[in-house]
């Protein structure tokens, strides 16, 4: 069975978390409603709202195949995946084969279908967009829009909120909880430090959050003290 890579792995944990939350809020923002895509002009309409998106990949089920928007030959260099180039770059930098390769065979997955959500995923994180659309385009081909548009909302830092995000974040990739934290709080921009088997961050408005861990990096702990 094929497996992702730990740089590929650990990149992306680094977004579980806020990434989680941010998906949350896109899907609360989308009406209900048919969807239309217009690429040259990098439009997206569902229901009555009008979106500026990127294509970031497509996923073939038949063929159990990832392609990146960057990579699709009848999209490459314009408008529409200039945004999705900046995983290929981010890859190049970091030595990350998964941004870096035009097509993967997912075929060797045990979930092919979760593999290419997981891919969607990262890419939405890289680009530090607002989540992913994935739509139905063809009897076997799925296609995954990012959002491009300040009209999505951004999920914010919620203390109340942060053992839930947290625990959720780091039940989605399974492979480093201390990267979910971590790059949660990064995400946020809030100061962080480590403290043994400990994460702890400075929180807006003064609380400050306490994440212990076990000996093999599992979160066994969340606490905010000035919330009790």
Avoid: K
């Avoid at 806020?18 to 896109?26: T, Y």
């Avoid at 009406?31 to 294509?55: F, I, M």
């Avoid at 997912?106 to 890289?126: C, H, K, W």
């Avoid at 919620?158 to 949660?184: C, E, N, Q």
């Amino acid at each position: 069975m094929i497996e992702f890579s730990d740089t590929f792995l650990n990149e992306t944990e680094r977004h579980a978390a806020w990434g989680a939350a941010q998906l949350q809020a896109l899907t609360d923002f989308l009406p209900q409603g048919p969807w239309t895509a217009d690429l040259p002009s990098c439009l997206y309409r569902q229901g009555s709202l009008e979106l500026r998106v990127a294509v970031l990949g497509t996923y073939d089920a038949e063929e159990q195949s990832w392609m990146w928007g960057w990579a699709n030959p009848g999209l490459r260099g314009t408008p529409v995946v200039a945004l999705t180039e900046d995983i290929e770059r981010f890859g190049r930098a970091r030595g990350i084969a998964e941004f870096t390769t035009e097509v993967l065979d997912l075929s060797g997955f045990a979930d092919p279908r979760r593999a290419a959500e997981t891919l969607a995923f990262a890419g939405m994180g890289v680009t530090g967009a607002p989540g992913y659309i994935g739509m139905p385009a063809g009897p076997t081909t799925q296609v995954y829009f990012l959002p491009d548009d300040p009209q999505v909302p951004r999920a914010g830092l919620d203390p109340v909120a942060l053992p839930r995000t947290l625990i959720t974040g780091a039940s989605l990739i399974g492979h480093s909880a201390r990267r979910v934290v971590t790059g949660y709080f990064e995400h946020h921009a809030v100061p962080w430090r480590e403290d043994g088997h400990q994460v702890v961050a400075d929180l807006p408005g003064g609380s400050t959050a306490e994440v212990d861990f076990d000996g093999a990096g599992r979160i066994t702990a969340i606490r905010i003290p000035t919330l009790r």
